[in-house]
Structures are given as C-alpha cells and as structure tokens.
C-alpha cells in the first residue's frame, strides 16, 4: 500500500472462533474490525487481532473516537493498524502519530517533540523507527470540515491512508445515502487525487455497487474494505430464499413477517 500497490480487505463482525479460518480462504490482505460501531471488549480483540496475523491477514482497528489513548489500546492488543473515525483537524492527526508512529513515548517528552521544540536523540530516533516500523496511521474523512482542512491533514508526517467513510460523508454534505449524487462523487474523486498526490494512500469502505469501487480503483484508490461478512450473509441468504419461494410460488420477501401457524 505505502508502495502504491492495491491491498484488499473486509469488514468482520462476527466474533465465532471458527470464523478466521473461513475468512483466510478469500486471500485478503487485512480485515477490518470496527470498535467504533461493534461492542467488543480488549480480550476479543486482542485474539482477534492475534489470529487474523497470524493467518497471514494485517488487522486495522477502527478506535471508538480519535483519541491517542485509544490507538494505544488498539495496538497493544496486536493491530498492525488504526484507523481514528471522523478527523476534522490537524492536531487530530498530530495526536495520532505520538501514539501510532511515536511509541512509546508519552507525556511531555512526546509532546516537545510533537510540537518541534525538542528532537529526539540520535539512538531513539532509530529504536522509535524500529518500534513503530509495522504500524499504519489511517484516519477517517467522512465530513464537510475534513475535506476543507484535507490539504494539511495529509501534510502531516507518518500518515499511511486516509479512509473515507461513505455513510457520514454523504450526511455532512446533504445527501444522505445518495451515493451516486455528483457532490458526493465529486468529493471521493478529490479525496483519491489529493491523497496520492500527496504519496498518502487512499481507501473507502463501500458495499453499494462495486462498479464504483473498480472505477475508483481505476482513479488511484488503493485501499479497499468491501462490505462486510454481515452484508455478504444477508445478501446470499436474501437471494438464494427468495429463489426458493418463487420457485415454489411461496410468498415474495415483501410480505415476510412473524410466521402463523
């Protein structure tokens, strides 16, 4: 990905045991777990994160909010990732890089150095390299605010991806859900040219229309989290009844409801 190569992936919500074995079966590069919006504790991700690396699949970890403390419990628990949800600024960002690409360094020590007022010596430059070599720094554009401060969040040093958060994104620019509207098409294709442009790499986690994701993918995007197994369950499930019903004249989903007897 930091080489401009595309790198796949999905979100996971299930949680079974028997599940990571399954999911190595699709030759993905990564999965995508989301304690942002899925009730986990640090025990659950922590195997989670374990067993889908070693399975050969990086884990990314969507923290809860963007705060530093909450990257730093992402990785501990084994994320060769995290994604901090909905940055709007630069001291955002600057944050995040203490905690993802300067451990594990803290307080005013960290600080200084994220302010510029102090460097770090000479031997821990090297080990803070060395230490933080494997950990990607992604944040989530996913408003009006962060499209305006985009330039100076991708100026910001360490910064691996930005990932665009479709579903928030279209709220925050009035359209809602209308994911082919130009005004929200517009604002992917400048989030894509302006995070190459600026070497960063560029991802969306989309589950509406994959011909969109090719033609992003055409326009430079390379991080790809399509769908999620929640979605492809529902989907196949929803296709293959619905066939069965038909076939057998039994009635169509719309009229699916609590089963009389």
Not at 135 to 160: F, R
Not at 228 to 254: H, P
Request: negative net charge.
């Amino acid at each position: 990905m930091q080489q401009g190569g595309r790198v796949y992936g999905t979100l996971i919500v299930s949680t079974s045991p028997r599940w990571p074995a399954e999911v190595k079966k699709l030759d993905l590069d990564f999965v995508f777990l989301d304690t942002e919006h899925m009730s986990m504790d640090r025990d659950q991700l922590s195997w989670m994160c374990r067993t889908y690396e070693a399975l050969g699949m990086a884990p990314i970890v969507r923290i809860p909010y963007p705060d530093p403390h909450q990257a730093t419990i992402a990785l501990d628990a084994g994320a060769s990732g995290v994604v901090a949800p909905y940055v709007e600024t630069v001291e955002q960002v600057v944050a995040l890089r203490g905690a993802v690409k300067m451990r594990p360094l803290k307080g005013r020590k960290l600080q200084r150095m994220l302010d510029g007022s102090e460097a770090a010596e000479p031997e821990l430059a090297v080990y803070l390299e060395d230490y933080n070599e494997r950990h990607l720094m992604i944040v989530n554009i996913e408003s009006g605010p962060a499209l305006e401060a985009l330039d100076d969040i991708l100026a910001v040093p360490g910064l691996d991806a930005v990932l665009i958060g479709p579903h928030d994104l279209s709220c925050s620019l009035g359209v809602p859900e209308q994911y082919r509207h130009p005004v929200f098409t517009e604002a992917v294709e400048t989030i894509i040219k302006k995070a190459r442009a600026a070497g960063v790499a560029a991802g969306i986690h989309y589950f509406f229309g994959v011909d969109q994701e090719i033609g992003w993918g055409k326009e430079g995007l390379n991080l790809f989290i399509h769908a999620s197994d929640m979605t492809a369950f529902a989907e196949s499930m929803s296709r293959d009844l619905q066939t069965i019903k038909q076939s057998l004249g039994d009635r169509s989903a719309s009229s699916a409801g609590s089963i009389h007897i």
